[in-house]
């Protein structure tokens, strides 16, 4: 497991993290780390553009159709 340090962390922050670990009863080594692991897990933006644009819309509601309910919902 590879190891980190993070310099520079603004008092406010790093205060803010120590009492999110203790209200979650962890330490705050182990709450950064799920916390990373958290954002890690998501998907980039870059990814995600790459994801919609891979799917297939040829049975989704045409631009027409959309602009339509659009316009409906705001009479």
Do not use: F, Q, W
Not at 7 to 28: C, H, N, Q, T, Y
Not at 43 to 63: C, F, H, I, Q, Y
């Amino acid at each position: 497991m590879a190891t980190l340090y993070i310099r520079d962390v603004p008092e406010p922050i790093a205060e803010s993290l120590k009492e999110r670990a203790a209200e979650a009863g962890m330490s705050l080594s182990a709450y950064v780390a799920r916390e990373l692991a958290d954002i890690a897990a998501r998907p980039t933006n870059a990814e995600m553009v790459k994801r919609l644009k891979a799917r297939d819309r040829s049975r989704g509601p045409s631009t027409a159709d959309i602009l339509e309910a659009v316009a409906e919902g705001r009479k």
